[in-house]
């Protein structure tokens, strides 16, 4: 009978491997981490292709419906919402459940709903339209939390030590599916209509499964008593975690008013609304990797990244529309480019935001393993889902209310408040830090000196 103990296997596994990183040597990649990355990759690119065909063609489809702009966007909205719940029940489970067998089916339910959801044109009537709608998109988004939270969970199980540039280098494919996702969904609709762009896409997550259940390794773990609430107490996780929000909340502010706002602003084709895409998914997908290698090489310099993506993020939201009071005229160029901007600061900002929360969990105490990795990967999910709720029902509301350029400022407003609070924090961190040593200083030379009195 073994009576070597499995975790501290596991402890002194991972302290191999933090002390080889910090002796600076290089690690050959594993059997496991190469399939991981196939894995991975795959899930990506038929997840992110699924989720962002909608953009360049659904709102206009729901408009066809009687739908307004406001239902519209609770409908993009609706699938964070259950998102957020999904993230972090799926998340506190995930040991129970298990990494691999979350994974798949949550591939599974996503794919059968995108099938279901092309068929929604040949339902009759606005209200079952409505609420057929929203009860694909719950059912969906419950599978999309489970692909995803066990994702980040297994890439940073596999990769303790580059979990930033694992996870840039990966959003390669999360960009690839969202750059071919509204061109291809675009044309496809222009081309064969409303159902085939849902049935191919639909089909083509389908096919991830098998090929998911004999690529990805099995993970692993053993449960804990870590909660949430303890982990989401700490000030600079809760600040880090607005920072997602504000993220999450300008990309879902995009995804029911941009297409919309280009229709009629520049008067481009159903097929061509897509193409404007690209300057956000492009930028963030190429910027993304290079800012994941920054972002592990440099750990010190990861709150800049915060900081400064944050800023770059406002400024091209106020730009966007471009704001009424700047008295700037909208041009497409202009446009384009500032979909750029925001893309690429969104990974500036957006990288660095796992790994950070990650240290400071360990540095409260959590046990490092598949059970904080899915606590921290549930939390990252539940806090992107938010702002994906927040940022297409404020969205569709306030440019009902308003217009799209003043709508954009709000958004943008949002992203620089999270900013400006992040680098106060930060600010009041480095002071403290220097004080400290200075008041251990001090502590030290009146203890020598009663002492010396006392002597």
């Known amino acids: 009978m073994d009576d070597t103990d499995p975790e501290a296997d596991g402890d002194e596994h991972r302290g191999d491997h ?14 496991n981490q190469i399939l991981t990355l196939i894995s991975m990759a795959s899930v990506n690119f038929s997840a992110m292709i699924c989720y962002s065909i909608l953009g360049p063609f659904f709102p206009n489809e729901a408009v066809k419906k009687g739908v307004s702009e406001s239902v519209i966007g609770l409908i993009f909205g609706c699938y964070a919402l259950v998102n957020l719940l999904g993230s972090l029940i799926l ?53 999309f939390a489970a692909a995803m939270t066990s994702s980040f969970a297994i890439i940073a199980n596999i990769f303790p030590n580059n979990i930033a540039t694992v996870m840039g280098s990966l959003e390669i494919f999360t960009g690839l599916g969202l750059v071919l996702g509204p061109p291809m969904g675009g044309f496809l609709y222009q081309s064969f209509g409303y159902k085939i762009p849902f049935v191919t896409l639909g089909c083509l997550l389908l096919l991830m499964v098998p090929f998911n259940m004999l690529v990805l390794p099995s993970v692993e773990a053993f449960p804990t008593n870590d909660s949430f609430w303890r982990l989401f107490t700490h000030p600079k996780v809760v600040l880090i975690c607005f920072i997602i929000f504000s993220i999450s909340s300008g990309l879902g502010f995009l995804d029911p008013t941009m297409s919309l706002f280009v229709l009629e602003k520049f008067n481009l084709p159903a097929g061509y609304v897509g193409l404007v895409f690209l300057g ?60 750029g901007l925001i893309g690429f600061s969104l990974g500036m900002s957006g990288i660095p935001t796992f790994p950070e929360i990650l240290s400071c969990a360990i540095e409260r105490g959590f046990e490092e393993g598949l059970s904080t990795l899915g606590l921290v990967s549930g939390l990252f999910g539940a806090v992107w889902s938010a702002g994906m709720f927040f940022g297409p029902t404020l969205g569709g509301y306030t440019v009902q209310k308003l217009n799209f350029p003043w709508a954009s400022v709000i958004q943008g407003g949002i992203a620089l408040l999270a900013t400006l609070l992040m680098g106060l924090y930060f600010i009041i961190e480095g002071v403290q830090k220097k004080r400290s040593p200075q008041v251990a200083e001090n502590e030290s030379n009146s203890e020598r000196t009663l002492l010396l009195n006392q002597s």
């Open 91 to 143: 998340g506190k489970y995930i040991v129970q459940i298990g990494a691999k067998f979350m994974m798949i089916s949550g591939l599974f339910v996503s794919g059968g709903c995108t099938i279901l959801f092309g068929l929604l044109d040949k339902v009759p009537g606005t209200t079952n339209f409505i609420v057929l709608c929203f009860i694909i998109r719950s059912i969906d988004a419950i599978g």
């Open 280 to 339: 956000l998914a492009i930028s963030y997908s190429l910027s993304s990797p290079l800012l994941g290698i920054v972002s592990d090489k440099m750990p010190t310099i990861r709150k800049w990244l915060l900081v400064l993506g944050g800023f770059g993020t406002a400024i091209g939201f106020f730009l966007l529309g471009p704001a009424p009071i700047l008295q700037i005229k909208s041009e497409l160029w202009l446009f384009v480019l500032m979909l």
């Open 18 to 31: 933090v002390a080889d990183a910090s002796a600076g040597r290089t690690q050959r990649i594993s059997k």
